[in-house]
Nanobody, 114 residues
Framework: QVQLVESGGGLVQPGGSLRLSCAASGFTFSYYAMSWYRQAPGKEREWVASDLGGSIRYGDSVKGRFTISRDNAKKTAYLQMNSLKPEDTAVYYC?????????WGQGTQVTVSS
């Protein structure tokens, strides 16, 4: 049974940091590209960052502030978020992709507010 379980979200003040985790099970984690997406209320889901195994990419809105990483031994992906802004408020989802296979987690809420 494939599962992606996000954790680490919460309420943080502007300028603060959070580290999201995505624990995977039920598939060969190391084979898959891992990505983070987010969706703010009333907006479409937005791509945030991807770890493609050989390369890492970031959306323009998070470049220089967020860092994606993975630990294949722990089957876990991470998103370190620094210098958070109110506009980063959203539900954050992790995604695993290999060819036609796409798996999604249930999401974790991140709220940036004073």
């Amino acid at each position: 049974q494939v599962q992606l379980v996000e954790s680490g979200g919460g309420l943080v003040q502007p300028g603060g940091s959070l580290r999201l985790s995505c624990a995977a099970s039920g598939f060969t984690f190391s084979y898959y590209a891992m990505s983070w997406y987010r969706q703010a209320p009333g907006k479409e889901r937005e791509w945030v960052a991807s770890d493609l195994g050989g390369s890492i990419r970031y959306g323009d809105s998070v470049k220089g502030r967020f860092t994606i990483s993975r630990d294949n031994a722990k089957k876990t992906a991470y998103l370190q978020m620094n210098s958070l802004k109110p506009e980063d408020t959203a539900v954050y989802y992790c995604n695993a992709e290999l060819g036609w296979n796409h798996f999604w987690g249930q999401g974790t809420q991140v709220t940036v507010s004073s």
